[in-house]
């Protein structure tokens, strides 16, 4: 038996036969009973490959999942439109972390044909991002952000974090504008709300 230590991708831990604990019945109890979660757990807990198993979940790779617990519960696989952040990898500048948005958003534009108006907001893109999403698929988008805080977190009590404070106002502001688009929304972070939220 093949253990997946430091294995994060939820397909790759699958199609390679490592051993897997099933957690699957949360995933669909998740999706079948809200819409929008927030999960603060400190680093090495699983929420990366968490939400590597929400992606593939909401992306409809039923083979993935053959022989797990999501098997005998989900009974109509539908392939949505997934948006996944991985805010671990958005630096400790202002600069690194428009850098981590433009490059990621930049990913989506290309992926539904969206064409980038020059000078255009972060929040603009990402509001463009999930609304064309839906409308080329019929189907509500699943977003999945990984370490929402991570940012925050290393520009506390730096020039910087005032700035990146700004980022995640323009952005993040979009999930409550564009609720109609959205299926589920899932965030992970290390700090609690209460500590470091994401418009405080």
């Keep these: 038996m093949k253990y997946p230590i430091g294995i ?3 397909e790759d ?14 995933v669909y109890k998740l999706a079948d009973e809200g819409k929008y979660y927030f999960l603060s ?13 929400l992606e593939a979940y909401f992306q409809g790779k039923k083979e993935l999942f053959e022989g797990l617990k999501i098997m005998d519960m989900e009974k ?13 990898r958005g630096g400790a500048t202002v600069v690194e972390l428009c850098a981590y948005l433009n490059r990621i958003f930049a990913k ?21 991002i999930i609304t064309t999403a839906y409308e080329q698929t019929g189907q509500q988008v699943a977003i999945l952000i990984d370490e929402y ?5 290393h520009s ?39 500590q470091i939220s994401l418009f405080s």
């Design 8 to 10: 994060q991708n939820f």
């Design 13 to 26: 831990l699958r199609r390679n036969g490592y051993a897997y604990v099933d957690k699957t019945q949360f």
């Design 41 to 53: 757990r400190p680093r090495r807990f699983g929420k990366s490959l968490f939400l590597s198993t």
């Design 76 to 88: 109509n696989w539908t392939a949505r439109p997934v948006i996944r952040l991985d805010m671990s």
């Design 108 to 128: 989506y534009e290309k992926e539904y044909g969206i064409q980038t108006i020059e000078g255009d907001s972060l929040g603009n893109r990402f509001d463009a």
């Design 149 to 153: 805080d991570a940012p925050l977190l």
């Design 156 to 194: 506390w009590k730096t020039p910087d974090h005032e700035g990146c404070t700004a980022v995640y106002r323009s952005v993040f502001a979009i999930l409550k504008a564009d609720d109609e688009y959205e299926k589920f929304v899932f965030i992970t972070g290390i700090t609690k709300f209460t």
